[in-house]
């Protein structure tokens, strides 16, 4: 049981918008900022967007997130075959004084 | 550009204590402002914090782990590494070595290793 809730599938046709949900508490996301992770199939992951809303050099427009009281959210606009991956939040927890991960979401693009 | 590598070995005998190291090249360990940090991940299963360390020593250990972990940092080889005992088939997974920035290494992982796959099993 993952500390921050992810929903476990998410799917969209290309060129559709998707959203992934990412619900924590007061002591995770309430307190900290949520980063977003990519992770291809068969490869290490890779950061999609930090404190919150930021996205690093490389990662397209598409790509937003944003966050609100205890849940977070990332959206992806212009689906592509390519955004097919795993996705997960994640974000300092000052109760455990760690990192939490969501349990990821499986996006499919049909 | 910095670069992370795992390295250890991929079958290790229950019970026994897991040793890996990752090795960082195109920076220093040693450059203030930067955690270091394992992550891992079970087979098919989401991904599990497992503690960060600063050059100088501090760390921070997941809670769950904690009573077996323990994270070193060799700045003369510029590595740092992960020490985990007692293992179960529960600690088979893919692990990963990262660099959390942000304050005091609370932020974002960034960049990874390419992760190395560790099995328990006799």
């Known amino acids: 049981q993952s500390v921050l809730t992810q929903p476990p599938s998410a799917s969209g046709t290309p060129g559709q918008r998707v959203t992934i949900s990412c619900s924590g508490s007061?002591?995770?996301?309430?307190?900290?900022?949520v980063n977003w992770y990519q992770q291809l199939p068969g490869t290490a992951p890779k950061l999609l967007i930090y404190?919150?809303?930021q996205r690093p050099s490389g990662v397209p427009g598409r790509f937003s997130g944003s966050k609100s009281a205890t849940s977070a959210s990332l959206a992806i606009s212009g689906l592509q075959s390519e955004d097919e991956a795993d996705y997960y939040c994640?974000?300092?927890?000052?109760?455990?004084?760690?990192?939490?991960f969501g349990g990821g979401t499986k996006l499919t693009v049909l | 550009q910095l670069q992370l590598q795992e390295s250890g070995p991929g079958l290790v005998k229950p019970s026994e204590t897991l040793s890996l190291t990752c090795t960082v090249s195109?920076?220093?360990?040693?450059?203030?402002?930067?955690?270091w940090g394992w992550i891992r991940q079970p087979p098919g299963k989401g991904l599990e914090w497992i503690g960060s360390i600063y050059y100088s020593g501090n760390t921070y250990y997941n809670p769950s782990l904690k009573s077996r972990v323990t994270i070193s940092v060799d700045t003369s080889k510029n590595q740092f590494s992960l020490k985990l005992s007692s293992l179960t088939a529960a600690d088979t997974a893919v692990y990963y070595c990262a660099r959390p920035t942000g304050s005091r290494g609370k932020g974002w992982f960034d960049p990874w290793g390419q992760g190395t796959l560790v099995t328990v099993s006799s």
């Open positions: 195109g920076g220093s360990i040693s450059s203030s402002s930067y955690y």
């Open positions: 404190r919150n809303n």
């Open positions: 994640a974000a300092w927890d000052d109760s455990l004084n760690g990192v939490v």
């Open positions: 007061s002591s995770n996301i309430g307190s900290n900022t």
